[in-house]
Each structure stands twice: as C-alpha cells, then as structure tokens.
C-alpha cells in the first residue's frame, strides 16, 4: 500500500461545479497535511494546509481532514478552467519530511 | 522573490553515463532537495541537505549521489546513467526552521536516458 493515495484522473468537472479531489493515508500518527497545484510543464505550488480534523477554507478552496478515516480532501467550488491542473497531496512524516501522493489531474471544461 | 534555477531544462544521455544535474537558489535557503517525479508517483525525495557539505538520503537515493560545497549549490550526480532514471528531476529550497512544506521548487530538469 502506498504511504499517500490518489485516484490518478483525469477527474473531468465543467465550468462551475465543484471539483472534489479525494487522498489518503496510510501513517496514523500524520499530523500536518498539504495540497500543492502544478499546472503542465511548471513546479507544484503550496495553495493549502490543514492540520486538524474538519474544514478549513480559503477563497474557493476548502480542503477537508477526516484523521479516524485517514482522508484527506481538497474541494474546489465555481471551478475555472484555469484550476486545470495537476494537484498533489502531502502528508508531513517523521523526520519533518514531506511523502507525496501520485497527483490527479482535473480537467475543467468550459 | 525566491528564485531556484537547475542548469537545464532538458537533458539526453546514454546509458552508462555519468550525469551532473546543478541547483542553484539565491535566497541564501539552509535547506535544499532533490526529488524525481514520474507519472502517478508523484515526488520522491532521493537527497536533502541541510548544510554546506551535510547530505542525507531520501526515500530513493539509488543510483544517486549529491554535492553541497557552497550554500546556495546542490548538485544531483548520476554515476552511471541508466534507462530507468529517466524521468523528470526538481530540485527546491526552503528556510531552516520554516515550515518544511514552505518549499520553492526549480521548473525541473527533463532527463532521458537511452
């Protein structure tokens, strides 16, 4: 099993609606938790952080922690086609370093 | 701003190569790494350094070796290139004591092996 899971995509949403991008984890003592945006071609970017269980939101993100079900969610509302991307989860591990997930890619159609 | 360069944005070598990939950040960073990154993989860290001179190994550090003789420089070294290192390299720097997930990456360098 790998450490961070995401379903790979393309999760294809259109102009609009809300994109949900799901991760999970396999470590139970992770305590810090980040989704990174990297568009085709360029370096992934820090746009969230989430260290308690619940929601936490910031604009049209609203990333989501469930710590009893090891999950970890990143929702997306009014989706843009300029969100097309690649977006990646993060869990902090021990020894202060960063386990990345596969990525899923979304496509958002106009 | 945080600017992180790597010598080259695509890189082809042959098998059995040695291979220098160079890093270089000017915002005077303790901290900096080197990952790789392939399809439904996403980044694995194969080095990190904290220091001039200090290296530890990532997650995947066969194959590989790094240098750090002056702060702002991490060289990735490849020894003897093979098929299967072929794959996309990023490079990135952060503050020591800052948040570990704070980290500015290079836009990467495309290597193929062949």
């Known amino acids: 099993q790998k450490e961070v899971e995401q379903n790979s995509g393309p999760l294809s949403v259109p102009e609009g609606a809300i994109a949900s991008l799901n991760c999970t984890y396999s470590d139970r003592v992770s305590q810090s938790f980040f989704w990174y945006r990297q568009y085709s071609g360029k370096s992934p970017e820090l746009i969230m952080s989430i260290y308690s269980n619940g929601d936490k939101e910031d604009g049209r993100f609203t990333a989501q922690l469930n710590k009893a079900s090891q999950y970890v969610s990143l929702l997306i509302r009014d989706s843009q086609p300029s969100d097309s991307a690649t977006y990646l989860c993060a869990v902090l591990r021990a020894g202060n370093m960063l386990t990345f997930g596969g990525g899923t890619r979304l496509m958002v159609k106009p | 701003d945080v600017k992180v360069t790597q010598s080259s944005r695509y890189l082809v070598k042959r098998t059995g190569e040695k291979v220098f990939l160079e890093c270089v950040q000017d915002?005077?960073?303790?901290?900096m790494f080197w990952y790789r990154q392939d399809p439904g993989l996403g980044l694995r860290l194969i080095y990190f350094s904290y220091d001039v001179k200090m290296k530890e190994k990532g997650d995947i550090p066969e194959g590989y070796s790094v240098s750090r003789e002056k702060k702002e420089r991490f060289s990735l070294i490849l020894e003897s290139a093979s098929t299967n290192q072929t794959s996309m390299y990023l490079c990135?720097?952060?503050?020591?004591?800052?948040?570990?997930?704070?980290?500015?990456f290079g836009p990467g360098t495309r290597l193929t092996v062949t």
């Open positions: 915002m005077d960073h303790e901290n």
């Open positions: 990135a720097s952060s503050l020591a004591g800052g948040p570990v997930e704070v980290q500015y």
